[in-house]
């Protein structure tokens, strides 16, 4: 049957794996597929979903054929073996520390974006409370702060 669509903006925890081995621009064009079409966005993130799941289920075939080998087999092949393991490891490792170091590189220019954005708000402190105790006056109510509790936007936003 088919999967129900999370109700968290269309992704459920099946599609953060998918999700997060993409690059940034792929991301962002599914973040707009996700917006545009989400029927369509749900079908490629299953594509993606699946072909890492078929990937996954070959490898540990694999790597459960090379441990039998290691244990049952000649000299020579459990050499052979033991050789194709560490490589499949190696190469499951240094994926991992690419993927995290990627990670951490966007987490470091989000926190430098937020930065500069919380720099010019302490900047402009004076003139937004300026403005808020203006339109207080003239009777003007502020929005309601958004689901995240962050108050309405200041001029020129």
Known sequence: HPEK????????????????RMTQEERKAMMELQAKDPAEFHRKMREAMETLRAADAARRKQIA?????????SEE???AARKE??????????KRLADSRR????????MKRLSETLKKKEANADAEI???VENCIRGIKPPRPDRHGRPFPGPGK
């Open 85 to 94: 393991l560490t490589e499949i490891f190696r190469q499951g490792y240094t």
């Open 103 to 110: 990670h951490l590189q966007e987490m470091e220019a989000r």
């Open 5 to 20: 669509p999370a109700k968290n903006n269309g992704f459920n925890r099946f599609y953060w794996r998918a999700f997060s």
């Open 65 to 73: 054929a090379l441990a039998e080998r290691c244990r049952t087999g």
């Open 77 to 79: 092949e459990k050499q």
């Open 130 to 132: 300026e403005m808020m």
